[in-house]
């Protein structure tokens, strides 16, 4: 007998960028498109929905998981890199030494706590940082710099002088990959839908070639993209490095409060 109770769909968020669509592209099949609503955001507003609940699970900035008590990790994928990942830069008319003032992105928390960590790490430049807003990218010249990501970072590419890959930067600072966004829950889910969505998470990696023949991006060759610059699979190295961030991510907080005292 039919009680006409509607199961409750999971409630699921990914980024609205170019990098993520081999990890969506498996949503479209019946198995997991019953069971899930897809939303897409940008990473900062998926994290913010993560956190007051409006969703279930997304692919949210790692840096989200020092501020989820509940984090669950899903799955074995995410967006990584093991050098050049292309989309997550500091660009500038100047080379970046003689940055003076860097703005940055407003649509990633990841990315922005990284650009901080490397000025203070690696650089070892202390320029003025400013928060950017929509349209950022334009006060990008002379001494002011501008962090950007995603895929009008591609295209920003094609405009600065200067280029400074936050990913390639990590791996020569700390020989490790980093992780940019994971699969992550705020509450306990069925493992039987886990596999399910794993399994759909992960069969878009099999046509690398196919997605990208689809997108018209003049500005860069996204099947490059796909294959040489993101990692898809999150093993124990990315693990690492991803463990590594969380820590700098506190140490970096911890002193940023001291000299706030």
């Given at each position: 007998?039919n009680?006409?109770?509607?199961?409750?769909?999971?409630?699921?968020?990914?980024?609205?960028?170019?990098?993520?669509?081999?990890?969506?592209?498996?949503?479209?099949?019946?198995?997991?498109?019953?069971?899930?609503?897809?939303?897409?955001?940008?990473?900062?507003?998926?994290?913010?929905?993560?956190?007051?609940?409006?969703?279930?699970?997304?692919?949210?900035?790692?840096?989200?998981?020092?501020?989820?008590?509940?984090?669950?990790?899903?799955?074995?994928?995410?967006?990584?890199?093991?050098?050049?990942?292309?989309?997550?830069?500091?660009?500038?008319?100047?080379?970046?030494?003689?940055?003076?003032?860097?703005?940055?992105?407003?649509?990633?928390?990841?990315?922005?706590?990284?650009?901080?960590?490397?000025?203070?790490?690696?650089?070892?430049?202390?320029?003025?940082?400013?928060?950017?807003?929509?349209?950022?990218?334009?006060?990008?010249?002379?001494?002011?710099?501008?962090?950007?990501?995603?895929?009008?970072?591609?295209?920003?590419?094609?405009?600065?002088?200067?280029?400074?890959?936050?990913?390639?930067?990590?791996?020569?600072?700390?020989?490790?990959?980093?992780?940019?966004?994971?699969?992550?829950?705020?509450?306990?889910?069925?493992?039987?839908?886990?596999?399910?969505?794993?399994?759909?998470?992960?069969?878009?990696?099999n046509?690398?070639?196919?997605?990208?023949?689809?997108?018209?991006?003049?500005?860069?060759?996204?099947?490059?993209?796909?294959?040489?610059?993101i990692?898809?699979?999150?093993?124990?190295?990315?693990?690492?490095?991803?463990?590594?961030?969380?820590?700098?991510?506190?140490?970096?907080?911890?002193?940023?409060?001291?000299?706030?005292?």
């Open positions: 007998m009680s006409g109770i509607k199961k409750q769909k999971i409630q699921v968020g990914a980024v609205s960028y170019l990098n993520a669509l081999p990890l969506i592209e498996g949503f479209s099949d019946e198995k997991i498109s019953t069971e899930i609503d897809l939303h897409l955001e940008t990473p900062a507003v998926l994290a913010s929905k993560l956190q007051s609940g409006e969703l279930d699970l997304a692919l949210v900035p790692v840096a989200v998981l020092n501020q989820l008590p509940n984090a669950a990790i899903i799955g074995d994928y995410g967006i990584a890199s093991n050098g050049e990942v292309a989309s997550v830069c500091i660009f500038s008319d100047a080379p970046i030494e003689e940055i003076e003032t860097l703005i940055l992105d407003y649509q990633s928390r990841t990315s922005v706590m990284l650009a901080q960590i490397l000025l203070k790490e690696f650089w070892k430049i202390s320029p003025k940082i400013n928060n950017g807003t929509p349209g950022f990218e334009q006060n990008i010249s002379g001494k002011t710099a501008g962090l950007v990501i995603g895929d009008r970072a591609l295209k920003q590419r094609k405009k600065s002088a200067y280029c400074y890959d936050l990913a390639k930067a990590w791996k020569e600072h700390t020989n490790l990959p980093f992780v940019f966004a994971i699969w992550v829950s705020n509450k306990s889910l069925p493992s039987s839908f886990i596999d399910t969505f794993n399994a759909a998470t992960s069969s878009g990696l046509h690398l070639k196919s997605i990208a023949d689809k997108i018209n991006f003049p500005e860069y060759d996204i099947y490059t993209y796909y294959t040489k610059n990692v898809y699979s999150i093993n124990e190295e990315m693990k690492a490095g991803m463990s590594l961030y969380l820590e700098k991510i506190k140490e970096f907080q911890k002193a940023k409060s001291i000299i706030n005292d």
